[in-house]
């Protein structure tokens, strides 16, 4: 009896997972960034190099433990970086965006 007390708060957390695994990435909600409903796994691969977007914090802590699923799922350096992420000024973006039309119209 006294291992299934212990092992159980285990068991829990790994069927916990499980679950949140498969539906985390059903979630919807309205992105303030683009002005339409997004999934949670597009949240996961939205942002620079295929990471998650810097705003996925702010925007999905109401609907469920964002942060627990990412610090599961995520590799603790990108984890980290996440935690810490800023936007980019918006002077910065549209000049990227600039950038990128010039060269693909070349």
Not at 79 to 105: C, G, H, T, Y
Request: hydrophobic content about 40%.
């Amino acid at each position: 009896m006294y291992l299934l007390i212990v092992y159980r708060p285990i068991l829990v957390l790994l069927i916990w997972g499980a679950i949140m695994k498969n539906t985390a990435n059903k979630l919807m909600r309205r992105c303030p960034r683009l002005g339409n409903t997004v999934s949670f796994h597009y949240c996961k691969i939205c942002g620079d190099q295929q990471q998650p977007c810097f705003k996925i914090l702010d925007c999905w802590w109401e609907h469920f433990d964002v942060v627990r699923y990412l610090k599961d799922h995520l590799p603790v350096d990108q984890f980290n970086q996440l935690m810490v992420a800023q936007p980019k000024p918006k002077i910065n973006s549209l000049v990227e965006l600039i950038d990128l039309a010039k060269k693909r119209n070349e």
